[in-house]
């Protein structure tokens, strides 16, 4: 089956990023095709490589570009999220007059369009927030 | 493009005190033009997104109700409102926003987006439905 994700909160916080991980690399191991992983709301918030989790725990970010090398993932940052949130890209960060960028490994920063038609081409679509 | 789906955007929470409405708006427009068949569901605190006489003006936010009423011109026309989350807030039709949309193959005549259903036909919308957003 051809699955898309949507996570629409923050790392650490709120455990859906930490579940959408797990399902996701679980279908994939199953065989499953994953067309694309979006992330949305403070769900943006997965995709800084500037985060510094204590050594004990978990690194979610770096878990999440793993991952994305490991299986070519394409995971996306909504670019109007992160805007808001401080999250941006070279571009990004040029466009905006901004000194410095944070997007981490194996992410990219898109529009809205990409979960529509995430949407639309998946079989299924899979939300994990609140 | 494969063919049209059925999307719903199930909407929960109130207008402000969380971003999940207005980013589910954010949403419903970019998509509107993806020509697929689209209907927005609105239950629990989220029947507060389009009640009218909106002002923001205290909090420092931005009212962003207006925008509701531009969903008919975008052809996004099927809007159902849970009758008992209205029930729960001592809320009528008469306390939301009136919005409607133009039907060209009925001479532009003005109809109303919004039908209130039972949560058990809510459910049922929710079974027919492809691809659900829940906000």
Known sequence: MKFSVMISEGPYTHQASDTAYNFTKAALEDGHECFRIFFYHDGVNNGTRLASPPQDDRNIINRWSALAKEYKLDLVLCVAAAQRRGIADADEAKRNGKNADNIASGFRISGLGQLIEAGIQSDRLITFGD | ?135
């Open chain 2, 1 to 135: 493009m494969p063919e049209t789906k059925k999307f719903l955007y199930v909407n929960r929470k109130a207008p402000y005190g969380t971003i999940y409405a207005l980013e589910s708006l954010e949403v419903v427009l970019i998509g509107a033009a993806f020509e697929q068949d689209v209907s927005l569901a609105f239950l629990d605190d989220g029947v507060y997104q389009i009640t009218k006489g909106q002002n923001t003006k205290d909090i420092g936010m931005k009212n962003f109700s207006p925008t509701y009423k531009a969903l008919g011109d975008y052809d996004v026309n099927k809007i159902y409102v849970e009758q008992e989350s209205l029930d729960a807030r001592g809320l009528t039709l008469d306390d939301l926003l009136p919005l409607t949309w133009e039907d060209e193959d009925d001479d532009w005549a003005e109809k109303e987006s919004i039908k209130v259903i039972s949560a058990a036909e809510m459910a049922k919308i929710m079974e027919q439905s492809d691809v659900v957003f829940s906000f």
